[in-house]
């Protein structure tokens, strides 16, 4: 019988823990430690095979790009209304990936949802890397990339400043904002980890992690620091992230062309990136799952949980795709109009199809536990729904080009060459290339969070069998001891 | 830089704008604003203006397959347009539309330029500084007109085998791989013409300078000059015409030919068109 | 300085290149010639050179045979730019793009800079002291050739340099001038010979309120394109006049008609007549032709001309009508009513409206007489080439010299005129850029271009006087290895009359003298020298020269009822429209760049060649946009890619003419079919020419297709955008404009 | 009188926290619970309390980097674009207001994160060397409580830490 609040709430944490545990409470934490650190130790020979692919993909984008900047622009087969193509494409794909580690590590944090606490290292080092990527794209995009830092507003003796009214400098502002402060947040919640590396490793490694890791002893002083800290930059990164997805949106949004002048663009773009973020953590966890066995860590329930928060961010891009198509197709704009039946019956149509069967109807398989709990079909479906978000960026940029206000300058040849395919492959390679190193450089787990994680559940395991506990979420933030 | 100016001026910074004839800031008003009038009932399309174009502003031959990737260089280009209505033969003959930089007062192209590569005038021309350009090509995206060309190809070292060189026109720089370039109202023959005018102390003239298509226009369908200069025959003409620079929508008897291309999105372009007429009774 | 590997020198020069080629300094393009006389300008300049300002100096255009008077834009010794010369009554000082190739052709990669000699089968470079040696061996005073043995074939041509051609030919005591042009206006001459009494009339466009073209491109190709455009840009002025164009192929001017009519090739003159029929009925004009001609008009009723011309019946009655309501009108005719074999006849019937009208001395008067017979324009002909070839097969010529034309790409491939020239043991070629003529020719010399070159020269349509416009040099030759045509002509004059021609060491001072010959004609006061000075200066020489008389009556003699051939082959389905691109014309331009690529004005293609097929036709046979169709007449079959175009008739295919070269440059060789080779031998019944028009064809799809290079995009309407907008004439106030 | 520091290491938190709280209880001489030092895997902001107030100042370097990237992004973007008036830009003010904001709204955070990690490095020492003291079990499993005494108290201390079931006391000379 429940007869109040708190019998009600313990019912509540009994049930949620016990059913679905997401982390054993009793794992030694000297066993997370040895855990953890083992994915730090020589690879496994399917490591190469799998860092040499990448690095020779990265080289065929390299070898793209330096034919690319010899030749000019001409090699991407690009022409002259329609200027841009994947690379804008892949750039706001990049940039869309780095929204996870951000949900993840931010709003979740803020949020109390531990059941992040295992994945959200990755996930950030996901951000920092796909915002390197997409950082690539903007200078491979450039005419002329060796002039990139006419962007940059440093003091010349010419007095001149770029053009602080263009959305491409919010843009390089947002993301150097964004770059920077990603990295931080993924160092500074890595200190306490780079200690425990410190304290473990020798040689060289020793010196590596000392030098890194600060000197970072734990101390009370440290902690408080440390989660005061952490906190604020996670409450400045929340905005910051949404800021940034909206300021790529306004590069389309405050353009005059059809099927870019959209009000609802920003959110769009911010809920597509959250979508495309969470799909690709489904597929790092499940490859960090299987290759650094990290069972005990990665559960099933926090796959789970990841599943469904990636439906819900699906149906809220599905909503708000629908709501530019809508508003398009009842408003009063002939060009938009236009566009739009360009992209269901032009020369685009099977991608855009593509697309949102992609991005609408294949995250309804998410509504399934036991799709949830396939790990096979899980992989396959967070890459199908990554495909579908790619494409939907895509389907933004070009057939804008190709369909847009001017008639006569519709697009005559507008399919990408293998140097744009080149640099959007080698892209990948480089940013797998990065993720590897990162995964056998830095602890891909967070392990005092873990700990965290497990120490509070034994709290709430230890306060419910006493049924004197109050709500565990308050006693892991919150500091409010029993 | 320094905060007092930023204080002192503040009204000025927030309300001086580059239209309205206020395009040098410093001035109450513009000496000149370069402006079109073209009468498309004798334009015939005869691609006059665009081969002068290409003698003029040193633009590269792009050859076929440049030419079929949309990588060609024709600053001013006439469209062909068919009647939406036609049956079986266009009987009322075809619709040319030359079609070149608009110069817009409200440019898309200028705010979305993150390094300012393209900007106004104090002339208000919409000008393009090849040397600041980056090739972030955002200014196409935006353009209505899509008028800018981006130099795909290192045309210098591919389209003019010697010694064609030797007919490049000095006053004009050969533009490089990665940079966007535009129709510029021939500004090297206004430029070179205002410092004459000002040697003598006095403004340019009406018809002292056209640019090279308005020059090689063999049925005169393309009027130049100084919108400025109330005397000057491109201001009478937009007068006439019931054309105001400065507004999107205009208020016009039905009987007047004159309008201005997408004027709806409001980019206030300098060009005014003039309706093809067709004898409907013929 | 001496171990950097740069001398004073070299220094001076790149300075002196500096500012000129600064713009190219930047892109890695610089071409710094060593020791070449081009950098040596800029460091110490030649009279009227001042670095970094240009000048204009007056000359004419010979891109065709207008003889617009035009300006170099001419920079540190350089010629920059054509502009139109507006002292030129011809030009108004405007300029077409033809014209603005001239410095393409100036400084075209491709041009011949060296004597070459045929070893072989091929061309062999030679000096210049070799190839006059040649010359005089085998056509000099010892050679022994006859007249009779000897032919020279020149395009168009006038002024002095046509003077020393034919004196040369009197001086081998030969008749054989043969002046060819493939697109000559001979038919069209032999009309109005026979109507008007002289070749050409003058026409005034600004005058008409209504112009009815029968297949006259005006705007385009015309007699004088850039001066009719000035015409009709006053035409189109306040009363606006209207223009109505009946043809089978949608020309440029058809484009900007009031009204286009598709039309059978070659019943023009029937339509003509029945429109002439309906004007007859109006009482004011029963009495203006003779009762024999009223009476064989009469049978052209609107049905019957409906079925014969293939055009709604109701449209007789409506251009009638117009001509009716619209005074004065002026009707006129051009290639593809006259490139057939009836071609006279349909051109007569055509301007009997006129007669009909009474627009004769209204809107058609006659040209002014020019006072310089011997420097008067020889517009060309088909029927020399035939001539020339007949004399070639029949192994009558020893030497030909050849100049100005094209004739191996011209010539129709029925001819057989390649083979014919081979059979010459001398053939010498005068050209700029070794074209399909000169790689079958024994020696080819390489002539300075128009801009580097003197020369007079007088077009065959004069719009006001007789305006002969002078030609000088814009700039040095280019090419040291490169001679002066009159220069050559002289030469060889001297050959056998050094002594008439001794005063004139070369061809400026003989054009010099010449000129002033001409003073008094021009009632010009000041000393000799300042005439010619202000002869160079201005441009051109205006002479108030009497108006012909035109012919008023009409001769009931003079028309004979076309005899239309409207009988469907089953094997050749479709009537072929050889079409003359403006820019293109004979295809002699067609390794410039610009003009290659410049769009077409109606299909908007470039770099190609192309068949225009009407949209319903294509249907019917499943031909797409970009499907190679084989186009087949008895004489040959060409490949070309589809291009669906509303403008033509359905029953008629067009391909343009000017491309298919094999041999002129990098620009035109490989570029698209050359529609000359598939003509059928058809010829004018009147005058021997070529009926251009009046072959047939079958067309064949193929399973090839390659997409259509063009500057249209995929949609070729407006989009319902108000792009272009069109305004009823009945509500335009053109009068209140300015 | 000298003072040495002393080590002492549980694995039980909560014998940990009892033994803070016992020995700031304690009232021993020569010992201020402000030279207890706590080292622990994880934070544990109630054993934290017991320590004491030992505040954080992070968050005024917070407030000062948002203001001062707020205020002064704006101000330099303004500036920069009042010295740039060779370029106007079709139709818009010289400082347009809209477009300004997005830029100041990145800069507020840009230097906000900044300078909220620059405190954080100030306040929580770093980088530092690390304690002779420390052991890295600290980073694994175990808490540690770093007890800077005087001499003359540190055997009550030990004494008290070895009631607490202390794994281990390391002291200064013992190693």
Not at chain 1, 394 to 408: D, E, L
Not at chain 2, 56 to 65: A, T
Not at chain 3, 291 to 307: F, N, R
Not at chain 4, 17 to 27: V, W
């Amino acid at each position: 019988m429940i007869n109040t609040f708190e019998e009600r709430d313990v019912a509540v944490e009994k049930r949620f823990i016990h059913k679905e545990k997401d982390i054993r409470e009793d794992i030694a934490w000297a066993q997370i430690n040895k855990d953890v650190l083992k994915s730090l130790e020589r690879p496994r020979m399917l490591f190469w095979v799998i860092f040499i692919a990448s690095l020779a993909l990265f080289m065929v984008g390299v070898s793209c790009e330096i034919y690319q900047y010899q030749t000019g622009m001409g090699v991407a087969n690009l022409d002259n209304p329609h200027v841009w193509g994947l690379y804008i494409g892949t750039f706001i794909f990049w940039i869309g990936m780095s929204h996870s580690g951000t949900l993840l590590s931010a709003i979740l944090h803020i949020m109390h949802a531990d059941w992040r606490k295992p994945i959200y290292r990755f996930a950030e080092a996901m951000t920092t890397f796909s915002l390197m990527t997409a950082g690539l794209f903007v200078m491979v995009h450039l005419g002329r990339v060796w002039q990139f830092y006419y962007v940059v507003a440093y003091p010349n003796e010419r007095w001149t400043w770029p053009n602080f009214q263009s959305p491409l400098v919010w843009d390089a502002t947002a993301i150097f904002t964004y770059l920077t402060s990603s990295m931080i947040f993924l160092y500074i919640g890595m200190i306490p980890d780079l200690a425990i590396c410190r304290d473990n490793a020798t040689g060289f490694r020793k010196s590596f992690y000392t030098f890194l890791s600060l000197g970072w002893m734990g101390t009370d002083r440290q902690w408080a620091n440390f989660r005061v800290t952490y906190l604020t930059v996670a409450c400045f990164l929340i905005p910051l992230a949404v800021s940034v997805h909206s300021i790529v949106a306004t590069d389309f949004a405050v353009s005059q062309q059809p099927g870019w002048h959209i009000t609802s663009f920003p959110p769009y773009f911010v809920a597509g990136a959250l979508y495309s973020g969470c799909a690709a953590i489904i597929t790092l966890f499940i490859v960090l799952r299987y290759v650094f066995r990290f069972e005990e860590y990665m559960t099933m329930p926090i796959l789970e949980k990841t599943a469904k928060l990636t439906f819900a961010i699906a149906m809220v891009w599905t909503y708000l795709n629908l709501v530019e198509y809508s508003s398009t197709w009842y408003g009063d704009d002939m060009y938009a109009k236009q566009a739009l039946i360009y992209r269901a019956t032009g020369d685009f149509a099977p991608y855009w199809w593509m697309m949102n069967f992609l991005g609408s109807v294949v995250p309804f398989t998410l509504a399934f536990k036991r799709i949830r709990n396939n790990i096979p079909a899980m992989l396959v479906i967070s890459i199908l729904l990554n495909v579908g978000m790619w494409l939907e960026r895509w389907m933004i940029v070009s057939p804008t080009f190709a369909n847009g206000i001017y008639p006569w300058t519709w697009d005559h040849d507008q399919w990408p060459s293998l140097v744009q395919w080149g640099i959007v492959a080698g892209s990948f390679g480089w940013f797998n290339m990065l993720f590897m190193l990162f995964c056998k450089i830095f602890p891909s787990v967070s392990m005092y969070e873990v700990k965290e994680m497990v120490y509070h559940r034994s709290l709430v395991r230890k306060g419910t069998e006493d049924a004197t506990q109050i709500n565990p979420e308050l006693a892991v933030e919150g500091g409010i001891a029993s | 830089m320094s905060i007092t100016n930023l204080l002192n001026n503040w009204s000025f910074y927030r309300n001086k704008r580059p239209y309205r004839g206020q395009y040098d800031l410093n001035k109450e008003y513009s000496e000149y604003k370069w402006a079109m009038a073209l009468d498309l009932d004798i334009c015939t399309g005869c691609n006059a203006c665009t081969t002068a174009c290409y003698a003029e502003n040193n633009l590269p031959v792009v050859g076929k397959k440049r030419f079929h990737h949309g990588q060609v260089m024709h600053w001013i280009r006439i469209e062909r347009y068919w009647d939406e209505k036609m049956v079986d033969f266009p009987e009322q003959g075809a619709s040319f539309l030359p079609m070149m930089c608009q110069q817009c007062e409200a440019a898309p192209c200028e705010t979305v330029c993150p390094v300012g590569a393209t900007s106004h005038t104090n002339d208000g021309l919409n000008s393009q500084n090849y040397h600041r350009c980056i090739g972030s090509r955002y200014c196409s995206a935006n353009c209505p007109y899509k008028v800018r060309y981006f130099n795909f190809w290192n045309y210098p070292s591919t389209a003019w085998p010697a010694p064609l060189p030797d007919q490049l026109n000095p006053d004009v720089t050969v533009r490089t791989k990665g940079i966007m370039e535009k129709c510029t109202f021939c500004v090297q023959r206004l430029n070179e013409a205002k410092s004459r005018a000002r040697t003598e102390y006095r403004l340019v003239r009406d018809g002292e300078v056209v640019p090279a298509c308005v020059q090689a226009c063999p049925t005169s369908a393309i009027t130049f000059g100084n919108i400025v200069d109330p005397n000057s025959k491109v201001a009478k003409m937009w007068k006439n015409q019931q054309v105001d620079l400065y507004k999107d929508l205009q208020e016009k008897d039905n009987t007047v030919r004159g309008y201005r291309i997408l004027e709806d999105l409001r980019p206030f372009p300098s060009v005014m068109y003039m309706e093809r007429i067709r004898d409907t009774e013929a | 300085m001496s171990e950097s590997g740069i001398n004073r020198r070299d220094f001076l020069k790149v300075l002196g290149l500096g500012g000129s080629s600064l713009a190219l300094t930047g892109c890695g393009n610089t071409d710094i010639r060593s020791g070449d006389e081009l950098i040596m300008p800029n460091v110490s300049p030649e009279d009227f050179v001042v670095p970094g300002l240009s000048v204009f100096y007056a000359s004419t255009c010979t891109q065709c045979g207008s003889a617009c008077g035009v300006m170099g834009r001419v920079r540190e010794g350089r010629v920059l730019k054509m502009e139109g010369n507006p002292q030129s009554k011809i030009s108004g000082g405007k300029i077409c793009g033809l014209g603005q190739a001239a410095v393409q052709v100036q400084y075209n990669p491709d041009r011949l800079t060296q004597p070459m000699m045929k070893v072989g089968n091929g061309l062999q470079p030679v000096s210049w002291d070799k190839a006059m040696a040649t010359l005089n061996e085998k056509v000099g005073p010892k050679s022994g050739i006859k007249g009779e043995n000897f032919a020279f074939m020149t395009g168009a041509m006038s002024g002095h340099l046509k003077v020393l051609v034919q004196n040369y030919l009197d001086s081998l005591d030969s008749k054989n001038h043969f002046a060819y042009e493939a697109l000559s206006p001979s038919i069209g001459f032999a009309a109005n010979k026979q109507v008007y009494g002289v070749d050409m009339p003058r026409l005034h466009f600004d005058k008409a309120k209504l112009i009815v073209s029968f297949g006259s491109d005006f705007l385009g190709t015309g007699a004088s394109p850039v001066h009719f455009a000035a015409e009709y840009a006053k035409f189109r002025k306040a009363p606006r006049g209207t223009l109505v164009q009946i043809e089978p192929k949608m020309t440029m001017t058809g484009a900007n008609a009031d009204r286009w009519i598709a039309i059978i090739p070659g019943t023009e003159g029937i339509f003509a007549l029945g429109v002439a029929n309906q004007l007859l009925k109006h009482s004011e004009f029963t009495n203006t032709v003779p009762a024999g001609i009223a009476s064989l008009v009469s049978k052209y009723d609107p049905e019957t001309v409906s079925q014969i011309t293939g055009v709604r019946p109701e449209l007789v009655g409506h251009v009638a009508s117009l001509l009716w309501e619209k005074t004065p009108s002026i009707v006129i005719s051009g290639a593809s009513a006259e490139g057939h074999a009836h071609g006279v006849q349909n051109a007569v019937a055509i301007q009997l409206l006129n007669k009909i009208l009474g627009n004769v001395g209204k809107t058609i008067d006659g040209q002014a007489k020019s006072p310089f017979p011997q420097i008067a324009p020889e517009a060309g002909s088909f029927s020399s080439l035939k001539a020339m070839n007949d004399a070639m097969g029949g192994g009558k010529l020893q030497a030909v010299f050849i100049h100005g034309a094209n004739p191996v790409f011209t010539a129709p491939s029925f001819m057989g005129f390649r083979d014919n020239l081979r059979k010459v043991p001398f053939k010498v070629a005068f050209v700029n850029a070794a074209d399909e003529t000169a790689q079958e020719c024994d020696l080819v010399l390489p002539i300075l271009t128009a801009v580097e070159e003197f020369g007079s020269n007088i077009a065959w349509y004069q719009p006001e006087g007789v305006e002969i416009t002078m030609q000088q040099p814009l700039m040095n030759k280019l090419y040291p290895d490169t001679r002066s045509m009159g220069d050559i002509m002289l030469d060889l004059v001297k050959q056998r009359r050094a002594d008439e021609y001794k005063n004139w060491p070369d061809f400026f001072s003989y054009l010099k003298a010449a000129v002033i010959n001409m003073k008094p004609a021009v009632k010009y006061t000041d000393t000799d020298e300042h005439f010619w000075y202000d002869t160079l200066s201005s441009g051109v020489i205006h002479i108030d020269a009497p108006q012909e008389q035109i012919g008023d009556s009409f001769a009931e003699a003079a028309l004979s009822l076309p005899e239309v051939q409207n009988v469907q082959d089953p094997k050749f389905p479709f009537y072929l429209v050889p079409s003359e691109r403006h820019y293109f014309r004979d295809g002699r331009h067609a390794n410039c760049g610009w003009l290659q690529e410049s769009p077409d004005p109606l299909t908007t293609i470039v770099w190609d060649s192309w068949v225009e097929i009407h949209p319903k036709t294509a249907a019917s046979m499943g031909i797409k946009e970009g499907d190679y169709l084989e186009i087949a007449s008895q004489n040959g079959t060409l490949k070309v890619k589809a291009y669906l175009f509303p403008g033509i008739h359905p029953d008629a295919v067009s391909i343009p003419l000017g491309q298919g070269h094999e041999s002129l440059g990098r620009f035109a060789n490989g570029v698209g079919v050359n529609p000359f080779t598939i003509l059928n031998p058809v010829f004018e019944k009147d005058t021997g020419e070529l009926a251009m028009f009046g072959t047939r064809v079958s067309v064949k799809k193929t399973s090839d297709s390659e997409i259509v290079v063009k500057d249209e995009g995929p949609v070729s309407t407006q989009m319902g955008r108000k792009l272009v907008v069109t305004l009823p004439a009945d509500v335009a106030q053109l009068s209140k404009e300015i | 009188m000298s003072k040495s520091h002393m080590l002492a290491l549980f694995t039980d938190f909560d014998e940990a926290s009892n033994a803070i709280r016992e020995l700031k209880a304690s009232n021993l001489e020569g010992f201020n619970i402000k030279d207890v030092t706590l080292k622990s895997p994880i934070e544990h902001p109630e054993i934290e309390e017991l320590l004491g107030k030992r505040p954080v100042y992070v968050q005024f370097f917070t407030l000062f980097g948002a203001i001062f990237g707020g205020l002064g992004g704006f101000t330099f973007i303004s500036s920069s674009q009042a010295t740039f008036l060779l370029q106007p830009k079709g139709g818009k003010p010289v400082i347009p207001i809209p477009p300004d904001m997005v830029l100041t709204y990145e800069l507020f955070i840009l230097f906000g994160v900044y300078i909220t990690v620059l405190g954080f490095f100030i306040g929580a020492k770093l980088p530092m060397k690390r304690h002779k003291l420390y052991n890295a079990r600290v980073s694994e499993d175990q808490i540690g409580i770093l007890i800077k005494a005087d001499d003359t108290a540190m055997p009550a201390i030990k004494d008290l830490m070895t009631r607490h079931k202390a794994l281990e006391i390391i002291g200064e000379g013992s190693k």
